[in-house]
């Protein structure tokens, strides 16, 4: 009984940190139950040997790698995947190990949906596990169109391909950014001493007002995922937004891009995440991500460790 009360304040705990949709108190102990008896009617079933964490979630280890660093909390990890229901539905497989791995941070509220973060303590580099989840630890009652069904439960398989320093990260995204020019065959893009590509497009007024630290600038703009067709934030038609150059709440690339433009400028700027939203929470699939942050449930709407295409047109400095 003591390891049951243990068991379920620790599921709340969960529950509590980092909810992609928060379930009301009143119907925790239902969807907890529920969950666990489809989970465990599943196992059961199908004759499959898995450990039981405490959190409620099964895992098998399916490959081992003994002489892999142990994941621990903070790091960055790269991993290949494939998420089902356990009726069978595929969610999203991202299993090609010829692909880069996707990126993210272990932590607490690093990843949707959460069981693949809180599976990966117990791993090693190198090791791929296969996760059996309740709903409550992945997208809970969530939907999306015919991709998610509310209250699913899960049959994830991951591997751990990759951790990463602090300075893998930086050669990753400064490889992907490279590897846009020269495949795109895109011209004029200056690296700046600051860290981002910066091209000007279109020369602003001649003799005009030049931004420069502390000076307000109105610009109309739209940004992208490095390599990506959909718009993930833009201007609404003729009303620009503005910033002060150098206003300690700015991203970081606008800061450095937008000082030395002039009225009529228009700039394009290639930007490693870091000069950006920095590290964000990571959402397998991608294409909800728009949905989640529409819904107030992310408060950022980049990926994390990958960069940013933007472009802008300034409309006046003052």
């Known amino acids: 009984m003591k390891a049951l009360r243990m068991r379920n304040l620790l599921i709340l705990l969960a529950l509590v940190a980092g909810s992609c949709i928060p379930d009301r108190e009143s119907d925790y102990e239902k969807i907890v139950e529920r969950d666990n008896r489809f989970l465990s009617e599943y196992i059961e079933r199908n004759n499959i040997t898995a450990i039981e964490n405490q959190l409620g979630f099964y895992y098998q280890k399916i490959e081992s790698n003994d002489i892999g660093n142990q994941i621990v909390n903070n790091d960055v990890l790269g991993i290949y995947y494939e998420i089902k229901t356990i009726d069978g539905q595929l969610i999203e497989s991202y299993l090609d190990e010829s692909k880069r791995p996707r990126v993210y941070k272990h932590g607490d509220g690093g990843l949707i949906p959460r ?14 596990f296969m996760i059996y989840s309740p709903s409550y630890l992945a997208y809970q009652e969530y939907s999306f169109q015919q991709l998610i069904v509310p209250n699913s439960n899960l049959v994830i398989k991951v591997k751990f391909a990759s951790i990463y320093d602090e300075e ?26 600051d860290g981002i590509y910066l091209k000007i497009l279109e020369e602003g ?50 800061n450095f891009g937008l000082k030395g433009t002039n009225n009529g400028m228009e700039i394009e700027i290639l930007t490693p995440s870091r000069l950006g939203f920095g590290t964000t929470q990571q959402v397998f699939p991608f294409q909800i991500r728009q949905d989640l942050f529409n819904r107030g449930a992310l408060n950022a709407i980049a990926r994390p460790f990958e960069p940013l295409h933007f472009k802008a047109k300034i409309k006046e400095v003052k």
């Open 205 to 254: 007024t001649q003799g005009g007002k030049v931004a420069a630290n502390d000076d307000i600038v109105l610009f109309e703009f739209e940004l992208k995922q490095l390599g990506a067709d959909n718009v993930i934030s833009k201007t609404n038609d003729n009303t620009p937004i503005q910033a002060k150059i150098g206003a300690q709440g700015n991203l970081k690339f606008l």
């Open 168 to 193: 893998e990260l930086v050669e990753l995204e400064e490889e992907l950014i490279q590897e846009y020019i020269e495949t795109k065959g895109l011209e004029g893009f200056e690296k700046t001493a």
């Open 115 to 128: 069981v693949i973060n809180f599976t990966s303590g117990l791993a090693k580099e190198g090791e791929t």
